[in-house]
């Protein structure tokens, strides 16, 4: 999807962005939903668990059947791909300059992929993981670590709107790196909240977790390029975006596994 919105229109990435961010708002939604019909019931937490993945997959499957089947027939779609072509056939034959190969694509956006990976390796070193095992217990009891959740999507969602005010939209690709890089201090605020301090402070560095994740990323996904890539070129600068988001996610929930050093729990 990426890939295809970056060869439409660059000003449809915000959005999609977003509509990522309210996602996982709504998945929360979700959570804290089937908890509360379920709560008191026997058996409750399967039950709530069985809920969630089956009004999730049915959501899943229809978003695929729609960009498979629906989204190639959009008028916007369609025209683009149609111009988009036909422009390209005739670069070709004026200028006979071959596109650049994905390594050399890779080096002129190489800050986006470092930064994409690092947001989202320190990301999910902490999200979900830490916040569901590592946090003690509170007054909220089992709702704790959903209010944690909620709160990281819903923050998460809302600052990836904040590129929409051009002051606040970070265009430099040094200082998102930079920026991403500071948020490992992150990782003892976490652990020394967690083990001195109340729930509060461990909402609001959650909260600002969230912010930090969605601004970086849409920072980094409508950051200009430093030169203009015709079709085929954009595409594959949009899938390379989203496998280092991919990677990021990864790295992040192996480093998740660290959390467990010198704690009680035990395999």
């Known amino acids: 999807m990426m890939g295809d919105l970056s060869c439409i229109s660059h000003d449809l990435i915000q959005p999609f962005a977003a509509g ?26 399967r039950k709530g668990a069985l809920l969630f993945l089956a009004i999730s997959s049915v959501i899943e499957f229809l978003c695929v059947v729609i960009y498979a089947l629906l989204f ?34 890779a080096r002129e ?6 930064s994409l990976f690092l947001t989202y390796a320190m990301t999910l070193s902490i999200f979900p993981g ?39 939209n970070m265009e430099s690709g040094k200082w998102i790196i930079v920026f991403a890089l500071a948020r ?9 909240t967690a083990k001195y301090a109340d729930q509060g402070w461990m909402i609001f560095l959650t909260s600002f977790l ?10 980094t996904l409508t950051g200009a390029s430093k030169k203009i890539y015709d079709v085929s070129e ?22 998740s596994w660290l959390w ?8």
């Not at 990522?20 to 409750?44: C, E, M, P, Y």
């Open 20 to 45: 990522l961010g309210i996602a996982g708002a709504l998945t929360s939604g979700l959570s804290l939903l089937t908890k509360a019909v379920f709560q008191n019931s026997r058996d409750g937490l």
């Open 72 to 105: 190639p027939k959009l008028s916007i779609v369609q025209n683009y791909q149609a111009h988009s072509v036909s422009n390209q056939m005739e670069t070709t034959e004026v200028s006979r300059v071959l596109p650049i190969d994905n390594l050399q694509l």
């Open 109 to 114: 956006n190489i800050y986006k992929l470092i």
């Open 130 to 168: 830490f916040l569901f095992e590592n946090t003690g217990k509170h007054e909220l009891n089992s709702w704790y670590p959903l209010v944690l959740i909620t709160c990281f999507n819903v923050c998460d969602a809302l600052s990836r709107y904040t590129t929409m005010i051009k002051r606040l």
């Open 184 to 192: 490992v201090l992150l990782v003892p605020a976490f652990y020394f």
């Open 210 to 219: 969230g912010i930090t994740n969605g601004y970086l990323t849409v920072c």
């Open 234 to 255: 954009a595409n594959s600068l949009g899938n390379m975006l989203v496998a280092s988001m991919l990677c990021g996610i990864f790295a992040g929930a192996c480093l």
């Open 260 to 267: 467990l050093i010198g704690s009680k729990i035990s395999f």
